[in-house]
Structures are given as C-alpha cells and as structure tokens.
C-alpha cells in the first residue's frame, strides 16, 4: 500500500503551528526499535526542520496531532497543554450499550514499567476524563471522551474502570468485533478465518481546541481514518 505523503495529512497550518491527522500505527516519537525513523515527529521535521510536537498519541491511536514551528510557538502550546487550556476530544468504539452523560472519571494513574498502567490512589498521578454517548448500536456504543489531563493510556483505563473497555483494546479487557458479532445470518466462506473489523485499538482523537499566538481560540478536527469509518459504516448498517 502507498504510503500517504506527509503534505496530505496537514489539517490546518499557519506561520507558527501545523496540526496534522495523524495515522494509526505510527508512534509520535522515535522508537527505540524503529530502524526505517518513521515517527511522525521525524516525518514533520523532513517538513519543517523547527518542528517540535505538541503532544502526543499511542501509536495505535489516530487523529490531531500538534506541530510548532518555532521556539515561542513551542514554549506558548506547551503552557496550554500544562495548564488545561486545551481542549481534547476523542471517539471511541466500546463493548456493549452505556448511557453516558457527562460522566466523570477521576481515577489517579501510575505507570508500570511494562508499559501498562493502573489506577493506584497512592501513587497515581491525577487524572480526570468526561464521557458522553454518541450514538448506540446493536451491542456496540460511540463514546465522546474529554481528557482533562493527558496522563499516559488515560481513557482506555478510565473506559474499562466504567466496564466500557475500548473495543480490540486486550490490555484493559477490550474484546475482538468481527462482523459475525454484528450482522444477521452473517456466512463465513468455508475454510477462511474471519478477521477482526478493525486491527487496533478503536481510538481516534477527533478535535483539538487550543489558542493561537494572538490567543484566538482555534479548532482543528479530524475525519476517521479509513478503518474507524469502516467499523462505524457497519455499526450502523447492522444496528
């Protein structure tokens, strides 16, 4: 399959930021083990040698990711993101049907060295998330999630703590969806093993709300990448 050219992804940019839509399976940073360097922070700076990342996503995970192209624009999202300026919206495909408004979670997390973690009220840092249903299929639910905090792996935790666990998410007890989980009088050909509909953790950073240098409020959002909107296509063609 091609590989998309960076220039395809930008989203919105002007002279001190560039947001892209990140695509899953991409690690923000250089990984240890990463011999082709094919993070998004090394590709943005291929674009822009200045370039220093906002934030950033699970490998997994797609959708706005912030770029600044110089110091000022640098240390000025940073402070953002420090003082809970910026407002983060995800989406999420979870197992089973929940009625979420407005729920908060307020759970401290502690990172393992695994690289997993738990929620730990002794030694966990603070972490808040607000969920909101967005739409409810035959046994599946759309959830909006607002991180107030960007703690590592906050929401996957935060959704299995409400038994709400992200679907294909197996580190916090998230279960496979294959289309015979969905669809009636679903026929697997003989002798074919059915995969899954999506091949990763179904988590997608939908919109970024932040302040630009002139302290303008801006919102970037960002489209599903080809495999949320397949899984979401056939949530809702078998409700």
Known sequence: MKKQAFTDLILFENDDFFLINKPPHTATLDERHDDKGDSMLRQAKAYWPDAQVGHRLDKETSGVLIFAKHPAAYRHISMQFEHRQVTKIYHAVSSGIHDFEGVLVNLPIFPLKTGVVRIDKAEGKEAETVFNTLDVYKSHTLIECMPFTGRMHQIRIHLQCLKASIVMD???????????????????????????????????????????????????????????AALIHQLEKNR
């Open 170 to 228: 197996e580190l916090y007890g998230g279960e496979k969806i294959f289309l015979s989980d969905i669809k009636r009088k679903f026929n697997l050909a003989k002798d074919t093993e059915e995969l899954p509909l999506i091949s990763r953790v179904a988590l997608h950073a939908r919109a970024l709300n932040f302040g630009l240098m002139n302290d303008e409020r801006q919102q970037v959002e960002a489209p599903y990448p080809k495999d949320m």
